[in-house]
């Protein structure tokens, strides 16, 4: 596996993590008073200090950390020293050294250089997604989260990973070049296609868009489900035995999509009269007996209590050394290989044993 060093901000830390996930090591460079992400909100202790933000936790798992100023000469040369050891560099822009100078220190470097654009709320308004998101006659309405850096870090580790293998395959290194804005307008592509193929633009849906015509977040009696009907006869008539609605099963004209996609609202009106007294697990239970696409809104509570999480191994109970018995994400990718992802390292915690590998201490 390679090593791989991480000067990325947040915007990339994510993409950092997957690789880490993935096995490779991963030494996240740190100035003497810790990154930013360890002053990131909330914090798992009542008293917040350098090792207990949340993202830190999360973010720098499977990582190792080395603490060095290499706005400095010592730090400075002391990087690029360890630049000559590495497979590949990630880094946001600017860098606080010469790129010129990582080449000579190592010439088949892969650099994985990425553009943090202006922020992660205005990249996300530049990349399109915005205006798609929210009612078709409200305001824009945000993601929860930090949905957009999480995707441009999925762009990172890809970006990342294909280099290191054509590195592999070549024995050369090469630069690559992620930007943040484009990574989040590349999953509007499908607005782009339907505009340069119709000339229509693609507006906000609100909680009912969706491909198939009855789609959307409907209520129910602890919360919101959710629901896509296939656009088949079968699925029309699977969908009539979940909701045994009259106007359904006596109107024929609803069983073509075209018509229904019509008469869209009026039917999941009808739908949310029917699901507004009923336990959302329990209509998704019988939608999914019917082969109906349905899944219940979850909230990051619920998550924490959810079956397929837990029965995945995705969420773990561990004990932590700072803050004890804690449910823990150890990750997709570490999941799905079957390995649990170290804790989070504490700052300069790999310093020594990095030192000594560059010669610098006996």
Known sequence: MARILDL?????????????????EVVRVEPPQGDALRRLHPHLAPAPDLESSAFHQFLNAGKRSFASDIGTTEGHRQFLALVAKSDALVASLPLPLDEAELIAANPNLVFVRIDDGPGELCAYARSGLLAITGEPDGKPVLLGGHIPY????????????????????????QIVDVSAQQ???????????????SGELLERLGSRGGITALAGALPCADG????????????????????PDPVFK????????????????????????????????????????????????????????????????????????????????VGALANLMGTAVPFAPRLGQDNAAILKELGELP
């Open 8 to 24: 990325a901000s947040e915007v990339g830390a994510y993409g950092t993590r997957i690789l880490a996930e993935l096995g490779h």
């Open 150 to 173: 999480a995707a441009v870090g999925v762009y990172v580790a890809m970006a990342t990973a294909a280099a290191l293998f054509g590195k592999q395959t070549t024995g050369v290194g």
């Open 183 to 197: 990574c989040l307008a590349a999953l509007g592509e499908q607005v782009w296609i339907e505009y340069n193929a």
């Open 224 to 243: 919101h489900w959710m629901v896509s009907v296939p656009p088949s006869p079968q699925g029309w008539a699977n969908f009539v035995e979940l909701v």
């Open 250 to 329: 006596d109107d024929s004209s609803m069983a073509d999509e075209a018509l229904r996609r019509e008469r869209k609202n009026e039917i999941l009106d009808r739908v949310a009269l029917w699901s507004e007294s009923r336990n959302k697990h329990e209509i998704v239970e019988e939608a999914q007996r019917r082969h109906i696409p349905a899944a219940p809104v979850l909230s990051p509570l619920d998550l924490t209590q959810d079956a397929q999480l837990l029965s995945r191994g995705f969420l773990r109970e561990v004990d932590h050394p700072d803050f004890g018995r804690i449910n823990f994400p």
